[in-house]
């Protein structure tokens, strides 16, 4: 008998927007350090959000495929999976000084965050006590 990803993990529900076991593996049940986390992500990623925004205007290459890879990063440790692949594509698009394109993949970028920082309000508003973080086999 399988047992369903809700019962595995009871933060699947937020899937495919977030990973809950990216973060939680690092937060454990320290809520406070969760918190503090996510503040960090939001500022981290506001920050390059800003600049790369800015290389984009300006068509630089350097500065928007750094940029772009910091969000990724940053939201991959986060589990912000959705926000980290189309940073990932913005990356892409740096590359190829595909400008142009941009401005759409940031809108979406806007709106993926936009819904993974609520996702974040909603875990820190009930934050599970007694998560355990799912083992390899059973999540995958």
Same mark, same amino acid.
């Given at each position: 008998?399988?047992?369903?990803?809700?019962?595995?993990?009871?933060?699947?529900?937020?899937?495919?927007?977030?990973?809950?076991?990216?973060?939680?593996?690092? !937060?454990?049940? !320290?809520?406070?350090?969760? +918190?503090?986390?996510?503040?960090?992500?939001?500022?981290?990623?506001?920050?390059?959000?800003?600049?790369?925004? #800015?290389?984009?205007? +300006?068509?630089? #290459?350097?500065?928007?495929?750094?940029?772009?890879?910091?969000i990724k990063g940053a939201s991959a440790n986060v589990g912000g999976v959705l926000v980290s692949s189309v940073a990932r594509e913005l990356e892409l698009l740096a590359m190829d000084e595909k400008f142009e394109e941009m401005p759409?993949?940031?809108?979406?970028? +806007?709106?993926?965050?936009?819904?993974?920082?609520?996702?974040?309000?909603?875990?820190?508003?009930?934050?599970?006590?007694?998560? +355990?973080?799912?083992?390899?086999?059973?999540?995958?």
């Open positions: 008998e399988s047992l369903t990803m809700s019962e595995v993990d009871p933060l699947a529900k937020y899937e495919p927007d977030w990973k809950a076991f990216q973060l939680m593996q690092v !937060c454990g049940d !320290c809520a406070e350090l969760c +918190e503090e986390l996510i503040e960090l992500y939001k500022s981290s990623f506001e920050d390059a959000l800003a600049k790369l925004n #800015k290389a984009i205007a +300006e068509k630089n #290459k350097k500065d928007a495929k750094l940029y772009s890879h910091d759409k993949l940031i809108e979406a970028l +806007e709106k993926k965050q936009k819904k993974l920082i609520g996702i974040f309000k909603e875990l820190l508003a009930n934050f599970p006590e007694d998560y +355990e973080i799912p083992d390899d086999d059973e999540y995958y």
